[in-house]
T-cell receptor
């Protein structure tokens, strides 16, 4: 059974600081996604990572994928308050393309 | 603009009644759509895969007679929560993925609807 775990579950950080969210998954998968969710809202797609070593950046967020270690990271650079949200990684189930298994989520709070 | 819409965005109903939630793919035809539920401060759990023109595929532990899914057209899937109870109260989210070759969209990405918050009294 594919399991996806994130850590930390909760992250409180000061503006201007850097931090990394980790996403571990238990079995081989072709694709890994990062989503953002604001309170009471749906999911916004941030990154799609399709191959080992993939790195993508958008603004203060950078995501990477190591398929051998079954690990993805979401790095936050010089955090700002607007980044406060819950971040989910999700992995395609091995045998069922398109069926996403979501990580536990990381609730990020950025304070002045 | 929105790629996937849901209606209603919020619904409150009495225990024992049925509630229908619509999910529409606005910009592309989707032969497959997905339904998730999310409890407060929890992650998303895949409930079922909605297949246009055929029966939905349910995940283990999801009651197909309770959560009826109909995918009558290439742009519309509906989820009906039958005989709703308070424990069915949740945030229901649908998603769709653009078919390969769809111009202007990331075909490797699922686009999520805005969600429907169901409260059963």
């Amino acid at each position: 059974e594919l399991k996806v775990e994130q850590n930390p579950l909760f992250l409180s950080m000061q503006e201007g600081k850097n931090y990394t969210i980790y996403c571990n998954y238990s079995t081989t998968s072709d694709r890994l996604y990062w989503y953002r969710q604001d309170p009471g809202k749906s999911l916004e797609s941030l990154f799609v990572l399709l191959s080992n070593g993939a790195v993508k950046q958008e603004g203060r967020l950078m995501a990477s994928l190591d398929t051998k270690a079954r690990l993805s990271t979401l790095h936050i650079t010089a955090a700002v308050h607007d980044l406060s949200a819950t971040y989910f990684c999700a992995v395609d189930r091995t045998s069922d393309t398109d069926k996403l298994i979501f990580g536990t989520g990381t609730r990020l709070q950025v304070f002045p | 603009g929105a790629v996937v819409s849901q209606h209603p965005s919020r619904v409150i109903c009495k225990s024992g009644t049925s509630v229908k939630i619509e999910c529409r793919s606005l910009d592309f035809q989707a032969t497959t759509m997905f339904w998730y539920r999310q409890f407060p401060k929890k992650s998303l759990m895949l409930m079922a895969t909605s297949n246009e023109g055929s029966k939905a595929t349910y995940e283990q532990g999801v009651e197909k007679d309770k959560f009826l899914i109909n995918h009558a057209s290439l742009t519309l899937s509906t989820l009906t929560v039958t005989s709703a109870h308070p424990e069915d109260s949740s945030f229901y989210i649908c998603s769709a993925r653009p078919p390969p070759g769809t111009s202007g969209y990331l075909t490797d990405t699922q686009y999520f609807g805005p969600g429907t918050r169901l409260t059963v009294l």
